[in-house]
């Protein structure tokens, strides 16, 4: 079985994400901030190199047309986003046709749903008039953004968040805020419960990677492009083969993202109040 470096690097740079993270709980905010950011951004550009830039271009313009469209800013970002995302990856398909290699289209698909969130919540910010202001659902309410509240410095540390800097998962604006400020139920995150919610995770994650090894030595998916395959195996094997590696291969995804969601909840960021339930990316159930 073969692992490309640049996945091994990734691997590597999420398991650092997990410590660092946790350490995030114990700083005071104005030194918080520096801490994500600076980190964040130098995990980023040591896992993905050079193929940073794109991001670096994006994070500009998407500012800018923030600023520049104001509140009316939701659709525009958001597809702008989505071609400048398709425009990368096509890139990559012209160039690297079956290639095997780690790029920066992971977290750009992630910054995606960020930069749609920080967008929309800005339109429901500027709403004015009381009963249209009533009439959003509890979430719009609670995310909504004044655009005079957004500077730039927000905005990439936002984009940086250290839990969040490689493959995210994506996260409302104000609770990044709230987060950074230690308000609300940030001031008080329960220690024994983010270590529990920790090593349930990671076990999560163990097992998911056990499943996807599995899958790759007894049924790996490469076996279906030989064509020797479908010659040897009749009908129902092969569809029996195919559902079963199929279904195995996709823990490799599960396995990193919940292997993301250990930094999240070490840093405590998912905690609701309640529980760590307030971010989630996948149940493997």
């Given at each position: 079985?073969?692992?490309?470096?640049?996945?091994l690097?990734?691997?590597f740079g999420?398991?650092?994400?997990?410590p660092l993270?946790?350490?995030?709980?114990?700083?005071k905010p104005a030194?918080?901030?520096?801490y994500?950011?600076?980190v964040?951004?130098?995990?980023q550009?040591y896992?993905?190199r050079?193929?940073?830039y794109?991001?670096y271009?994006?994070?500009?313009?998407?500012f800018?047309i923030i600023?520049?469209?104001?509140p009316?800013?939701?659709?525009i970002?958001?597809v702008?986003?989505?071609?400048?995302?398709?425009g990368?990856?096509i890139?990559?398909i012209?160039?690297?046709?079956?290639?095997w290699?780690?790029n920066?289209?992971?977290?750009?698909?992630?910054l995606v749903c960020?930069y749609?969130?920080?967008?929309?919540?800005?339109?429901?910010?500027?709403?004015?008039d009381?009963?249209?202001v009533?009439?959003?659902?509890?979430d719009?309410?609670r995310?909504?953004?004044?655009s005079?509240e957004?500077?730039?410095?927000?905005?990439?540390?936002y984009c940086?968040?250290?839990?969040?800097?490689?493959i995210?998962?994506?996260?409302?604006?104000?609770?990044?805020?709230?987060?950074?400020a230690?308000e609300?139920?940030?001031?008080?995150?329960?220690?024994?419960?983010?270590?529990?919610?920790?090593?349930?995770?990671?076990?999560?994650?163990?097992?998911?990677?056990?499943?996807?090894?599995?899958?790759?030595?007894?049924y790996?998916?490469?076996?279906m492009?030989?064509?020797?395959f479908?010659?040897?195996?009749g009908f129902?094997?092969v569809?029996?083969?195919?559902?079963?590696a199929?279904?195995?291969a996709?823990?490799?995804?599960?396995c990193?993202w919940k292997?993301s969601?250990?930094a999240?909840?070490?840093?405590?960021?998912?905690?609701?109040?309640k529980?760590?339930?307030?971010?989630?990316?996948v149940?493997?159930?």
């Amino acid at each position: 079985m073969f692992f490309p470096v640049e996945l091994l690097r990734l691997l590597f740079g999420m398991a650092l994400l997990v410590p660092l993270s946790y350490a995030l709980r114990y700083l005071k905010p104005a030194f918080k901030y520096w801490y994500s950011l600076i980190v964040g951004s130098a995990l980023q550009i040591y896992v993905f190199r050079w193929d940073m830039y794109p991001v670096y271009i994006q994070h500009f313009i998407v500012f800018a047309i923030i600023k520049l469209k104001g509140p009316r800013c939701g659709l525009i970002v958001t597809v702008e986003s989505m071609l400048f995302l398709s425009g990368y990856q096509i890139h990559e398909i012209l160039t690297n046709y079956g290639g095997w290699t780690m790029n920066v289209s992971a977290l750009l698909m992630i910054l995606v749903c960020n930069y749609s969130l920080l967008a929309y919540n800005l339109e429901d910010g500027s709403i004015q008039d009381s009963k249209k202001v009533e009439a959003l659902n509890p979430d719009q309410k609670r995310y909504r953004i004044i655009s005079g509240e957004l500077a730039f410095a927000d905005f990439i540390g936002y984009c940086s968040f250290l839990p969040s800097a490689l493959i995210g998962p994506p996260l409302e604006y104000q609770d990044y805020k709230h987060f950074m400020a230690n308000e609300e139920v940030y001031g008080s995150i329960p220690t024994v419960g983010v270590n529990k919610v920790l090593l349930e995770t990671i076990g999560e994650t163990f097992l998911c990677a056990a499943i996807f090894l599995f899958g790759e030595t007894y049924y790996p998916v490469a076996t279906m492009r030989s064509a020797d395959f479908y010659e040897v195996h009749g009908f129902w094997y092969v569809l029996l083969y195919v559902f079963l590696a199929v279904c195995l291969a996709r823990f490799r995804y599960h396995c990193g993202w919940k292997l993301s969601m250990c930094a999240i909840h070490a840093s405590g960021v998912s905690y609701n109040g309640k529980d760590f339930s307030r971010i989630n990316t996948v149940n493997i159930l």
